[in-house]
C-alpha cells in the first residue's frame, strides 16, 4: 500500500508543490510566482486531456484561459458577490464555449484543427484588446475585488488544493473505461471508428473536459486581491 503511494505521480507532484509552497512560506518571499506555477500545472494537466489522452493538437488552448480570465474578473466586478462564485460561472461559461468551439473545429483533422483552434485564440484576442468598454482593452481590467479569500497564503492553498484535487481525479479518469476509450482514441482513431464507437462524440467530450479544466485556471489565475489588473 505504501508502496504504490509513494509510486503515484500525483503524490510526486504534491511533494514537489508542497516544497515550494513551505519554501515560500518560511522565506516569505516568492509566494505569488509558486501560485503562478500551482495555477499553470493546472493549465497543463487541461491540456494533458486532449493532448495526452486523446491525441488532439490544439494550437489555441488558451483562448478557454483569456475566456475564463475575463469572465472571472468581469463577473467579480459587476454580477456576483465574492470571487469564488465569479470562479464557478467562469468554468461554466468556458465548458460552454468549448462545446461551441468543439462543434466547430472537431469537424476538421490533423493540422487544420490544429489552425482552427490558433484561430480562435487569435479572435479572441482581438475581441478582448478592441472591446475595451467590456474587456478595459490594452489596459485591461483593474481593482478587481477578493472579498472571501483576502490573505494571498490562503489563496495559495486554495489553489494547491483545487489543483490537486482535479490532478487527482484526471488520473483516476485515465484508468476509467471512457478514459481508456480516450486512449484507444489517441493510439488508432479509425480502429476506434470500426469497433463502433462515436469518434466525433469522444473528441467532442475530450475536448469540454480539457477546456473546463483550463478554464479552472484562468479563473483562478485572475481572482486577484485590490489592485489586480486583468490583461
Not at 472591446?131 to 489563496?155: C, H, M, S, Y
Amino acid at each position: 500500500m505504501i508502496r504504490a503511494v509513494l509510486k503515484n505521480p500525483i503524490f510526486a507532484l504534491l511533494v514537489v508543490l508542497g516544497g515550494l509552497t513551505a519554501y515560500a512560506f518560511v522565506t516569505n518571499a516568492h509566494l505569488s510566482i509558486v501560485t503562478e506555477i500551482v495555477i499553470y500545472v493546472l493549465y497543463a494537466a487541461g491540456l494533458n486531456i486532449m493532448l495526452g489522452y486523446t491525441g488532439l493538437v490544439p494550437f489555441g488552448a488558451s483562448v478557454f484561459f483569456g475566456v475564463a480570465t475575463y469572465v472571472a474578473a468581469i463577473a467579480a466586478l459587476r454580477y456576483v458577490g465574492n470571487e469564488l462564485q465569479a470562479l464557478a460561472l467562469a468554468v461554466v461559461l468556458t465548458a460552454f464555449v468549448a462545446i461551441v468551439l468543439g462543434a466547430l473545429v472537431l469537424l476538421r483533422r490533423g493540422l487544420y484543427f490544429s489552425l482552427l483552434t490558433l484561430a480562435c485564440s487569435q479572435i479572441a484576442f482581438e475581441i478582448a484588446f478592441k472591446w475595451t468598454e467590456v474587456t478595459g482593452g490594452e489596459n485591461g481590467l483593474q481593482d478587481v475585488p477578493r472579498v472571501l479569500i483576502k490573505d494571498p497564503k490562503a489563496f495559495h492553498l486554495l489553489c494547491l488544493g483545487i489543483a490537486v484535487c482535479v490532478l487527482w481525479g484526471i488520473w483516476r479518469f485515465g484508468h476509467s473505461p471512457l478514459g481508456r476509450t480516450f486512449q484507444a482514441l489517441r493510439e488508432n482513431e479509425n480502429r476506434a471508428r470500426s469497433l463502433g464507437y462515436n469518434v466525433y462524440g469522444l473528441k467532442l467530450c475530450s475536448f469540454v473536459m480539457s477546456g473546463a479544466v483550463i478554464g479552472l485556471a484562468g479563473g483562478a489565475a485572475r481572482v486577484p486581491g485590490p489592485g489586480g489588473v486583468c490583461q
